[in-house]
């Protein structure tokens, strides 16, 4: 993943240089060395794949919101609220009743939980379990979580786990007999992303598998960002770059986002960026909207509106 961020950004920087070849600021990337490649995936608001990931997550939840952090630009859909909305939504779509949790036992994926219960309020739809696996867990664990399940009868089941911990579940479920028609599975943003990264053996048994995520309009510009993203991680010979999914389009996009603010507010020191956290100001700076490779960038008490979500059959 890291691989993929780092060649997105290179494009964006590119790109946004050659079209604007006369702008006289340019953007200097540091990257946060203490985590390594991992640093870009939490940012963005995803369910983090590594116990790294996840710390780096729960701090940016924590202690980086607009309401805390007057300088902080959310360029992603980050709060589970919207998340939770959209999966009840998809819910009542399929007209199932009862549907059962099954999420990573670990802080970050944990907040999902009273988010989903809050919307679920006055649906005529019923939460009957809530399943907490292990990041670690063996398949044994796994499959004991499950059996629990299948005692009870569960037939419905919402996924919010890692890629990783989602291939020994798919597998294990599959040779339980749990994925054929008597059951549904929905998994939801963060892991339905990263589903190209999994193992092939996880993917064939995900089959009939329904997953959510933001949509994103199949534009031409999008076309051709994901033929030239493709050319490029062959080029460079990167094994280690994965497909290339929203994760890296909201990266490109908030780079352009930063070169146009950048270059609006000028050559500046950084205690002149200290002094700006007056809200009207900021917002002012970051006016202009412009149409983006995953959508168009126009902030809303300085991050995106609510997502549109797409849901994958």
Not at 27 to 34: A, N, P, V
Not at 155 to 166: I, Q
Request: glycine share 4%; charged share 20%; aromatic share 10%.
């Amino acid at each position: 993943m890291g691989a993929m961020a780092n060649i997105c950004l290179s494009m964006a920087l590119s790109d946004f240089y050659a079209k604007h070849p006369n702008y006289e600021t340019r953007l200097s990337l540091q990257r946060w060395e203490s985590l390594g490649a991992v640093a870009a995936a939490p940012s963005v608001g995803y369910l983090p794949q590594t116990l790294a990931e996840a710390s780096f997550a729960i701090q940016l939840r924590d202690n980086l919101s607009p309401s805390y952090s007057p300088l902080l630009i959310r360029t992603t859909m980050l709060d589970f609220s919207r998340l939770a909305e959209a999966t009840v939504s998809t819910l009542e779509m399929f007209q199932w009743k009862k549907v059962t949790l099954i999420y990573e036992d670990m802080e970050f994926s944990n907040a999902i939980v009273p988010y989903l219960t809050d919307a679920l309020v006055n649906k005529d739809i019923q939460l009957s379990h809530k399943i907490a696996i292990p990041t670690f867990a063996e398949d044994f664990q796994i499959l004991e979580k499950l059996e629990v399940l299948m005692s009870s009868q569960s037939e419905v089941f919402v996924v919010h786990t890692s890629s990783n911990l989602a291939s020994h579940l798919f597998v294990v479920a599959n040779k339980e007999v749990m994925m054929g028609k008597r059951f549904a599975w929905l998994v939801i943003d963060g892991l339905s992303n990263f589903v190209d990264t999994m193992d092939p053996i996880a993917i064939d048994s995900m089959n009939g598998v329904i997953g959510l995520r933001p949509y994103v309009s199949k534009t031409r510009a999008l076309k051709n960002f994901r033929t030239r993203y493709k050319r490029i991680s062959s080029m460079k010979q990167n094994k280690a770059a994965t497909k290339l999914n929203l994760l890296g389009l909201w990266l490109y996009d908030t780079v352009w986002g930063l070169g146009m603010t950048v270059e609006r507010i000028g050559n500046v020191n950084s205690s002149f960026l200290m002094e700006i956290n007056d809200r009207t100001l900021l917002i002012g700076i970051l006016n202009p909207s412009f149409r983006r490779i995953s959508g168009v960038l126009d902030l809303v008490n300085r991050q995106f509106p609510p997502s549109v979500f797409e849901i994958l059959i």
